[in-house]
């Protein structure tokens, strides 16, 4: 073994490396691992945030979608009743305007065939008055007559 | 083949010789320093100083470059090692461990070159002798340990007070009796002294060794003439790259373990018996 003056010098060396190292190699960069550790943590932790806050919104969007269609299908039971009464009242509308309708068709017809009736009947009487005249071969007189004949026409 | 010039034995004890010039004058003074070992691990150090230092300098905690990803993997790596065995501040330590590990691993990886390229180099500029690896100077692994062994003493001190680790280094293991207050001192100072001289010395053997093999095997490439010499050539050729692919694993645990015993012989300085 061949101890020289080597040895001190390298002692040197050595602690100079070393001081350096302490100095400006080491707290930079053990800074910037622990930044990024920090930052890695709060991604995660955001991530995980935010992954349970998509949870709460697909739920809340379920939700909503459920309450949507329970409301569409009572504005569309709501419509469909609605739709029914006004048939239905149309319906018994129409039912009253036909029968006012018939009535008043009713009323015509009796009023024209009393009217009917009642031409037949002046002209019965006067074809009875006449035939009478000209079974009797003289002019009967209307107004003598008269009586008689309305008494005739009304048995007619 | 004992010493024959130009023979395997002239050509290791070549590769094994430092460049060490003696500086200052002759006598008491006389000092010698390995250049080769201080060149090499300067070069090193700076390297690492300046590779880690320009990417902490611009180090984000947002998305890192993958610069800054491979430093932040060497330090988190280095860091968990501490973590592991010290519990407490780890400022200074950890960048102890860190510079520990890099700058042993970049020395040890001086062992991959090819063992006679520097030398090469070197003598084209006129300098003889140049050994590469910086690891297997004993200088520089006993600067090191030397160095660890001041850092336990000074943290010994400050974790126990003085009379505390007095009291401590006189009355473990055995006890607190006067007449084992000698035994425990001895005990004690022998675990003491162990401590940095194994750190020194493996990391020394296994560097030393590793580039001892290093050289028997590129004394296969000149070891015989025709055609014998052409298989010597090829079994060199396979030996030197199943030993460099070998030694990539030597180079990275010698790293590790002198970091890590670094770190324990630190933390176990602040423990109370």
Redesign the interface.
Known sequence: MDFNATLIGEMIAFAILIWFCVQFIWPHLTKAIEERQVKIAEGLSAAERAHAELKDADAKVADEIRKARQQASEIIDKAQQQANGILDKARADAIVEINRLKAVAQDDIAAMAQQAREQLRERVGALAVQGASKIVQREVDASTHKALLDQLAAEV | MASEPGGLTEYIQHHLT?L?PQ?GKGGFWA????LD??TV??AL?IL??VW??S???K????V?SKG?AF??IV??FV?GQVKDVFHGDR??L???A??VFV?VFLMNAMDLLPVDLLPWITEKFGIGHFRAV?TA????T???S??VFLLIIVYSFKAKGFSGYMHELFTAPFGNHPALWIFNFLLNIVELVSKPVSLAMRLFGNMYAGELVFMLIAGLFSAGAGVAGWALYGAGIIGYTLWGIFHILIISIQAFIFMVLTIVYISMAQDHH
């Not at chain 2, 000092?31 to 390995?34: D, G, K, M, S």
């Not at chain 2, 180090?59 to 947002?62: D, K, M, V």
């Not at chain 2, 100077?137 to 520089?140: F, P, Q, S």
């Open positions: 430092h060490a500086v000092v010698h320093l390995n070992s201080i691990s300067l150090g690492f100083c880690f230092w990417q902490a300098r180090a984000t905690s947002g890192p800054q430093v932040e330090l988190e860091d400022s200074f950890g960048p102890l860190l510079t700058w910086p100077d004993i200088n520089m006993f600067a090191m030397v160095t």
